[in-house]
T-cell receptor
């Protein structure tokens, strides 16, 4: 069991560039989510998905797109990178059945936008 | 929208002292979870509380969920240097998503 994997671990982008952060889980969890964590702050929810084909916006969705074509994968797309998107991005997954259970986090992607 | 607050923001303790962090939600929660994040690491699940007034213990850690299911606390007895990190509470908005508190950063001086 690899758990939740994220790639890349580090990325530097120039303003205006686009990229996709990859996230995959092998635990057959229905619920997956993306968070960003800025220095000294908590985790803010970007987008989440309660199952394949279903996504919804979190607290800070602007500038990001997601899709969920399979249970395993939940990529996060930055459409046109801005310095304000410099952050650490965590993907997480959870079993859910009306109630959300323990979230498993990936190791994170550290993104710098110059 | 739902807000989750935590106090204190920082706590510095001498090794062997006790530590408590408090979590308060603006709305009633179906359940609350606690996570620990070591410096440079990712959040790791500690525990989930579901019932009103619930108290759970894990060795030196004691977790409580308030009667109104709007507040919670984490207490560590006799801190050790391995307890260093940031402790987050996360409220489950009735199966929709998690709302994380800003965290309490604990440092333990040997």
């Amino acid at each position: 069991n690899a758990g939740v994997t994220q790639t890349p671990k580090f990325q530097v982008l120039k303003t205006g560039q686009s990229m996709t952060l990859q996230c995959a889980q092998d635990m057959n969890h229905e619920y997956m989510s993306w968070y960003r964590q800025d220095p000294g702050m908590g985790l803010r929810l970007i987008h989440y998905s309660v199952g394949a084909g279903i996504t919804d916006q979190g607290e800070v969705p602007n500038g990001y797109n997601v899709s969920r074509s399979t249970t395993e994968d939940f990529p996060l797309r930055l459409l046109s990178a801005a310095p304000s998107q410099t952050s650490v991005y965590f993907c997480a997954s959870s079993y859910s059945q009306g109630v959300l259970y323990e979230q498993y986090f990936g190791p994170g992607t550290r993104l710098t936008v110059t | 929208g739902q807000q989750v607050m935590q106090i204190p923001q920082y706590q510095h303790v001498q090794e062997g002292e006790d530590f408590t962090t408090y979590c308060n939600s603006s709305t009633t929660l179906s359940n609350i979870q606690w996570y620990k994040q070591r410096p440079g690491g990712h959040p790791v699940f500690l525990i989930q509380l579901v019932k009103s007034g619930e108290v759970k213990k894990q060795k030196r850690l004691t977790f409580q969920f308030g009667e109104a299911k709007k507040n919670s606390s984490l207490h560590i007895t006799a801190t050790q240097t391995t307890d260093v990190g940031t402790y987050f509470c996360a409220g489950d908005n009735y199966g929709q998503n998690f709302v994380f508190g800003p965290g309490t950063r604990l440092s333990v001086l040997p």
